[in-house]
């Protein structure tokens, strides 16, 4: 399965993006989407990820309030809606998927998920 980013840019503090990830191929089964992000010279983070199954979410601290992952269920499409955004979410995003179920706590581990997008810049900045 292959994942295409998209949706990153330039914007001011205070602004939104949104950002798009969409699935090589529609057949096959997600059992989980996900966004993680990382910053120049940091580890990658988790940011948002959505259950298929159920619809369940999960948002890192950080972001929580701001950010909104949704889904599309017949594209296989996940977006990431970022509000009110910072200089400190300036990163490069990568979605990524598992296709096992997750319970809610594997949700935030970067290693449950097998497949990973290629990245899309966001920069926050006046």
């Known amino acids: 399965v292959q994942l295409q980013a998209s949706g990153g840019g330039l914007v001011q503090p205070g602004g939104s993006l949104r950002l798009s990830c969409a699935a090589s191929e529609r057949t096959f089964s997600a059992g989980v989407m996900g966004w993680f992000r990382q910053a120049p010279g940091k580890e990658r983070e988790f940011v948002a990820a959505i259950r298929w199954s159920d619809g369940a979410t999960a948002y890192a601290a950080s972001v929580k309030g701001r950010f909104t992952i949704s889904k599309d269920n017949a594209k296989k499409m996940v977006y990431l809606q970022m509000n009110s955004l910072k200089p400190e979410d300036t990163a490069v995003y990568y979605c990524?998927?598992?296709?096992?179920?997750?319970?809610?706590?594997?949700?935030?581990?970067?290693?449950?998920?097998?497949?990973w997008g290629q990245g899309t810049l966001v920069t926050v900045s006046s």
């Open positions: 990524a998927v598992t296709t096992r179920y997750l319970i809610y706590s594997a949700l935030f581990s970067r290693t449950q998920y097998e497949f």
